[in-house]
């Protein structure tokens, strides 16, 4: 298959799902786009080494993930985040306003620390199983499944102190 029905087929299949991920994981729509391409380019000159242990969608996640990570290290990343003003007004509508970040369960999730934040989303907006989170991320299925369980009891602690009742 060329490169570019291969680059194509995976961002018709993936691109979404990368991008919302992305986007929980960096807190910004812009900076997740840029993301996502950087790890479609890094996907499509790696694939020739790509030993299919995994499927293709455990390996683009953690790609995304590193391209995530290597984008909060840099100094611009804290530079942006912190200390420069929000635009003061929005031309059209906000492409994020469509993913699910909107509602109260993850706004409290982007409260979360990055590692939380992180296997939350791989769980429960990836739907992934513990045994490929923990591939993802290089952990033991043990460690993982710790993670996860610390991550949800943080995840209540912030959702009961925001006002959530459980039904």
Known sequence: MPADQ?????????GDTILRMCYMYLKDYHLAEDAVQETF??????????EHKSG???WLIRIAINCCKNMMRTRWFGI??????????QIGADPADSFPEKDFVSTAVMKLNV??????????YQELPVK???KILGKT??????????????LKKILKEDGYEEN
Do not use: C
């Open 6 to 14: 291969f680059l194509e087929r995976l961002m018709n299949e993936y």
């Open 41 to 50: 380019l890094k996907a499509m000159k790696a694939y020739g080494s790509f």
């Open 56 to 58: 293709e969608r455990t």
């Open 80 to 89: 942006s985040k912190n200390n420069l003003p929000e635009p003061p007004e």
């Open 115 to 124: 590692n939380d934040r992180q296997v939350l989303v791989l769980h429960y």
């Open 132 to 134: 490929e989170i923990a």
């Open 141 to 154: 299925e043990n460690a993982t499944a710790q993670r996860l369980n610390r991550a949800r009891n943080r």
